[in-house]
Nanobody, 117 residues
Framework: QVQLVESGGGLVQAGGSLRLSCAAS????????MNWYRQAPGKQRELVASISTSSSTNYVNSVKGRFTISRDNAKNTVYLQMNSLRPEDTAVYYCNTEMPARRRGYWGQGTQVTVSS
């Protein structure tokens, strides 16, 4: 059974930092790309950052230079380091991986990030 469990969200002032973690189980972690999405109230879910199996990364323009995605295959965990947080980063953040062979993706339960101005 595939499980993705996020942690590390919270309330932080603008300019602050948070590190999100996503622990995966039930998968051979190192063979899957991993993604972080976020969804703010009243908005569509958006892809924030991705990391491939070779640890190449991609980011949405709004977080480039502020957020860093990384992975630790020994711990089956993907991270999102968020610096210089802004109120517009407030959202529920979700961990995701896609499995084309199973024709589906898997999602964590989400972790709330709130940035106060």
């Amino acid at each position: 059974q595939v499980q993705l469990v996020e942690s590390g969200g919270g309330l932080v002032q603008a300019g602050g930092s948070l590190r999100l973690s996503c622990a995966a189980s039930g998968i051979i972690f190192e063979i899957y790309a991993m993604n972080w999405y976020r969804q703010a109230p009243g908005k569509q879910r958006e892809l924030v950052a991705s990391i491939s199996t070779s640890s190449s990364t991609n980011y949405v323009n709004s977080v480039k230079g502020r957020f860093t995605i990384s992975r630790d295959n020994a711990k089956n965990t993907v991270y999102l380091q968020m610096n210089s947080l802004r109120p517009e980063d407030t959202a529920v953040y979700y961990c995701n991986t896609e499995m084309p062979a199973r024709r589906r993706g898997y999602w964590g339960q989400g972790t709330q990030v709130t940035v106060s101005s």
